[in-house]
Every structure is written in C-alpha cells, then in structure tokens.
T-cell receptor
Framework: EDQVTQSPEALRLQEGESSSLNCSYTVSGLRGLFWYRQDPGKGPEFLFTLYSAGEEKEKERLKATLTKKESFLHITAPKPEDSATYLCAVQETDSWGKLQFGAGTQVVVTP | NAGVTQTPKFRVLKTGQSMTLLCAQDMNHEYMYWYRQDPGMGLRLIHYSVGEGTTAKGEVPDGYNVSRLKKQNFLLGLESAAPSQTSVYFC???????????FGQGTRLTVV
C-alpha cells in the first residue's frame, strides 16, 4: 500500500541549531515529491517540488533533497519565524495531481 | 488576485443538518480538490475534479458530495452531518501543466 511517513512528529530547536526532517515514501511511480509549510489556522503553503533522485532545492534556510525512498528537509540556522508544521506529500504518475500527505513534523524554534 | 478562497471559515452543525462548503479560485485552474485534515493524520483526499462538470472520488468520499458547475467553483456538500465529519477542510487547485497545488485557508467544521 502506498504511504508517506514523516519523522519526527515534533522537533524543538534553539535558534541557530540546524536539523533535518525526514519523509519516507512508498509509491508505485513517483511524479513528484512536495514540501509544504503550514502555520496554525492557515492552509498549506508550497515550498518545493522534487522530481527525481539526487535533486536538491533551496530556499533561504531550507534545503530539500530526494532519494528513491525518502526526502529530507534541512533547516540551517533556524529562526523563530521558521516555526511551523512541515508537510510532505507525493504525487504518483497518472494520478490527476492527487497528493498523498504525511502527518507532518511540527517544528518549534525558540530564541 | 485572491488565489483560493473558502467560505465559510468556521461552522458548527448539529448532527443530521446539511451544509455546503464553497471553494472559489481565480487562477483559471483545471484541477480542484477537497481534503480534510484531522489531528495526527495527513490531509486526506475527499473528492476531486479535473474539469468543469467532472468529479471523482478520493480516499474518503463517504458522506460527502461535490459539484463543479463552473470552472472556478468547487462545492462540497454534507447531506446529513455526523460527528465523525468534524474536521478542517481544505480546498486546493492547480493547473494542468504545473504540479504545484495552491490551498485555501481552510474551513473549520464542528458537528455536535
């Protein structure tokens, strides 16, 4: 059965303390892997799309990487404004854009 | 350019009542989706549409109906609400070419 698993469920960081979030997935054919950020009471906000193993994308303090079985979201020198829930989702080939989401990792960055 | 707008933002229903959630997008997107988000679980797909006049079932469609009479609007209906439908509902849209989906701000629904 296709599934997406994120770890850890929650992460508490000191400002400046770098860390990584994991997203492991099993799908029959990957069209794309997505990272979204979600703030409390808001809808998911798009961060990155990764399409093939070895691909990397960066945005400010965030860097996403992809292998054949998992993706990592690296947060470098985080700031309190990076506090959010980070969602991973996969889209299978020929799926009309349907996304399968993991449960998310809640990140809290303290000053 | 408002993106994806959901109406209402909050609603409390009594068991057995009906309601319709409205999703409107102004990006001329072909594809639209309804997801629900529950604590400790990922967003789960309820129904989706790949064009005006077409709809299809997602992962958790029971108890819900949808309609896409206009390209820009996607309606989610609950005919007889149940406490198990207490959740936060998100609408999303994307165009045919790009893979990025845009989400609305959500509707928090409580069924008592």
């Amino acid at each position: 059965e296709d599934q997406v698993t994120q770890s850890p469920e929650a992460l508490r960081l000191q400002e400046g303390e770098s860390s990584s979030l994991n997203c492991s997935y099993t799908v029959s054919g990957l069209r794309g892997l997505f990272w979204y950020r979600q703030d409390p009471g808001k809808g998911p906000e798009f961060l990155f799309t990764l399409y093939s193993a070895g691909e990397e994308k960066e945005k400010e303090r965030l860097k996403a990487t992809l292998t054949k079985k998992e993706s990592f979201l690296h947060i470098t020198a985080p700031k309190p404004e990076d506090s959010a829930t980070y969602l991973c989702a996969v889209q299978e080939t020929d799926s009309w854009g349907k996304l399968q989401f993991g449960a998310g990792t809640q990140v809290v960055v303290t000053p | 350019n408002a993106g994806v707008t959901q109406t209402p933002k909050f609603r409390v229903l009594k068991t057995g009542q009906s309601m319709t959630l409205l999703c409107a997008q102004d990006m001329n997107h072909e594809y639209m989706y309804w997801y629900r988000q529950d604590p400790g679980m990922g967003l789960r797909l309820i129904h989706y549409s790949v064009g005006e006049g077409t709809t299809a079932k997602g992962e958790v469609p029971d108890g819900y109906n949808v309609s896409r009479l206009k390209k820009q609007n996607f309606l989610l209906g609950l005919e007889s609400a149940a406490p198990s439908q207490t959740s936060v509902y998100f609408c999303a849209s994307r165009d045919r070419q790009n893979t990025e989906a845009f989400f609305g701000q959500g509707t928090r629904l409580t069924v008592v």
